[in-house]
């Protein structure tokens, strides 16, 4: 259980640090025969930074409960 609320903690603190991720997905748009036309397009994964604090929290939470027993 320690370890388990390490890595929360350590999980929390990330999600505070970074807002989000971006990424760049490949979309097909038309496909004729042998010839294809696609393009880039750059999506946003966002989370609040409250749920940073609440992950740490939970990992605090978990670390004492495993730590007690």
Same mark, same amino acid.
């Given at each position: 259980?320690?370890?388990?609320?390490?890595?929360?903690? %350590?999980?929390? %603190?990330?999600?505070?640090?970074?807002? !989000?991720?971006?990424?760049?997905?490949?979309?097909e748009?038309?496909?004729? !025969?042998d010839?294809?036309?696609?393009?880039?397009?750059?999506?946003?994964?966002?989370?609040?930074?409250?749920a !940073?604090?609440?992950? %740490?929290?939970?990992?605090?939470?978990?670390? %004492?409960?495993?730590?007690?027993?």
């Amino acid at each position: 259980m320690k370890k388990f609320g390490i890595t929360l903690i %350590i999980l929390g %603190i990330v999600i505070s640090v970074f807002s !989000g991720i971006t990424f760049t997905q490949e979309e097909e748009i038309v496909e004729i !025969g042998d010839i294809e036309v696609t393009r880039e397009k750059e999506r946003e994964v966002n989370w609040p930074q409250w749920a !940073g604090v609440v992950v %740490i929290a939970a990992g605090v939470i978990v670390f %004492i409960a495993g730590h007690k027993k």
